[in-house]
């Protein structure tokens, strides 16, 4: 059943790049996509063993990323449909072929319990994503993969190197050099602290690179900005997700190592750091896929801090992660519909989405509101959770510092958001094919809807799921 779930993309990857036409090559991202969710179901119901060798293995934090990769994945994926009708002036077999090769790499990072086989999964989403990126052709796309391309490598190679140290630690601990999870844990007091501490760091900077960690996060203003709006979606939702997926795994081992006030505060100074320039660039933005960039710098921030803090701020960085990627998802997916039906990312020139766009522009706006902590919706819920905790743990700097953060980046964002979907459209603006209808409206609805009923309601499954991953991170030798 698990391989099944990394070898189903896969196939449909080769079916996609087999089929010679534009309008029937999408059809085949739904069927993956709906596959791979009913076999992200069964998995979730079945829990099934480990390999026998260990390095495949479903645990409750793997469950929780792959079902959020795999809900957001086939959001994107009808959506796709109805987005690449408007673009038949280019070939899509690259895009579907890279989607579908991307959602087998985040499988395979949600289900490695091997270290180096997470960082190869990871650094496969990499050599995935760089194409789709520059799916849009023009100089500034270009630029955006290049800039996704080195910086992320770089970061890539970072953590590489920061596993090498993590074997060597075993080794000068005089026991057999692995990096499997599960022994890892089990004699992370007997590892030598001084390379694990090392280890940390490179893996903290490689994988944070990776997922936007300021002033790792250079890369992503491009490239959000440039990538058309499903892609943004994944990588915002899901790309990030695999990243911290890897800093998760890094943080069991070190919590289990005892002593682990190094790891936790260098947590939290990277998420404050990350919220802090994310508040002051989010700040009158003028193109606002850039603007959602610097709001996904804000809320990877948001995932260091509570994972720095510990304890009951566990819980809420889980549940944020899930609420982030879904609401992610809808941001980007009506942000990109925006952009079609103006031609422009421009704040200077789209002006009066719900007039022009009503659908997309509610869905824009109900969007912002949820992702900047508003109530009733989801992250409200995770981020009270976190902020209650900090002040709940005595760390009333780092509360107060929180709170701030959050209301410069809300009022930086309305901003720019509220004159994108209000008011008039701007007089002689040329006319576009593009017109909201229900594949590129359906599914960030959906997503809109369950992130609001997240909010009102946790069903009882998804809590249990988010305690048990909360006691991993708790692990003790």
């Known amino acids: 059943m698990l391989y099944g779930l990394v070898l189903t993309p896969l196939v449909g990857a080769v079916i996609a790049w ?31 063993p480990p390999s026998h060798a260990g390095w495949i293995h479903l645990d409750p934090i793997g469950k929780l990323i792959l079902l959020v990769v795999s809900v957001l994945f086939m959001v994107c994926a009808v959506y796709s449909v109805g987005y690449l009708g408007y673009r038949q002036e280019r070939s899509n077999r690259v895009l579907c072929m890279g989607l579908l090769t991307c959602l087998s ?54 953590a590489l190197l920061g596993l090498y140290f993590l074997a060597y630690s075993t080794m000068v601990a005089g026991r057999e050099a692995t990096l499997l999870l599960d ?141 982030n990627g879904l609401t992610k998802g809808v941001l980007f997916l009506s942000s990109g519909n925006i952009h079609r039906s103006y031609g422009s990312k421009s704040c200077d020139v789209v002006k009066g989405a719900l007039a022009r766009v009503p659908w997309s522009g509610g869905l824009f706006l109900a969007g912002f509101i949820a992702i900047t902590g508003s109530p009733p919706f989801a992250p409200f819920i995770s981020e009270f959770t976190i902020i209650s905790s900090a002040f709940g743990e005595g760390r009333y700097l780092v509360g107060a510092a929180f709170l701030l953060f959050l209301a410069v980046i809300f009022i930086g964002m309305a901003a720019t958001v509220l004159p994108v979907v209000m008011g008039d459209e701007p007089q002689g603006l040329a006319p576009t094919d593009y017109r ?21 309601w946790l069903p009882a499954p998804l809590r249990q799921l988010l305690q048990d991953a909360a006691k991993l991170l708790e692990v003790q030798p």
């Open 18 to 48: 087999l089929i010679p036409g534009n309008r029937q090559r999408p059809l085949v991202l739904p069927l993956c996509g709906a596959l791979h969710l009913a076999m992200t179901i069964d998995a979730l119901l079945q829990s099934p």
């Open 105 to 158: 790499a985040m499988t395979l990072a949600s289900l490695a319990h091997h270290l180096g086989l997470l960082w190869v999964a990871i650094e496969t989403t990499t050599l995935a994503m760089a194409p789709l990126i520059y799916f849009n052709r023009n100089a500034r796309s270009i630029e955006a993969t290049w800039k996704y391309m080195l910086i992320c490598s770089v970061g890539i190679a970072l």
């Open 183 to 323: 022994p890892l844990i089990a004699t992370a007091r007997q590892l030598s602290p001084a390379w694990l501490n090392a280890a940390f760091i490179f893996l903290l900077v490689g994988f944070g690179t990776k997922m936007g960690l300021a002033p790792l996060h250079t890369w992503k203003p491009d490239a959000y900005g440039e990538a058309p709006g499903l892609v943004g979606a994944l990588l915002a939702g899901g790309l990030v997700n695999c990243a911290f997926l890897g800093i998760m795994r890094i943080y069991q081992i070190c919590m289990a190592a005892g002593n682990p006030r190094f790891f936790q505060d260098t947590m939290v100074m990277m998420g404050l750091i990350s919220m802090a320039f994310a508040a002051v660039f989010v700040v009158r933005q003028a193109d606002f896929k850039r603007m959602l960039a610097y709001s996904s710098v804000e809320h990877v921030g948001i995932l260091a801090v509570a994972l720095g803090l510990g304890k009951g701020a566990l819980f809420g960085a889980l549940l944020h992660m899930v609420n």
């Open 436 to 456: 909201d209808r229900l594949l590129t409206v359906a599914p960030p609805f959906l997503l809109m809807g369950i992130v609001l009923l997240l909010g009102l």
